[in-house]
């Protein structure tokens, strides 16, 4: 259990920021699975716009320090190469 009045503070703190961290990567899921499910039913259009959407959202997340850079990298280059076959 905290003691001091700092590690209680960043209970409280830590707390927060995995709320709002929570909230960004459920976000940023529900960008992609926009994409996934535009690719999904073959439509190229949808799929363009919804990646359009996503790839900010994405970079946001890498900004905020939320995703790992890489990983977004990776996850852009695959939906960028899935919706290009399309």
């Not at 920021?17 to 073959?42: C, D, L, P, Y």
């Not at 190229?44 to 890498?62: F, I, S, Y």
């Amino acid at each position: 259990m905290a003691n001091t009045p700092q590690a209680k503070k960043r209970i409280r703190r830590n707390n927060r920021r995995a709320e709002i961290n929570t909230a960004r990567m459920s976000r940023i899921r529900n960008f992609v699975k926009k994409v996934e499910a535009a690719v999904e039913a073959g439509d190229k259009e949808a799929a363009t716009n919804a990646l359009r959407a996503a790839q900010p959202e994405m970079a946001r997340g890498v900004a905020r320090g939320v995703m790992h850079k890489n990983t977004v990298a990776r996850k852009m280059s695959r939906l960028s190469k899935r919706v290009a076959a399309l």
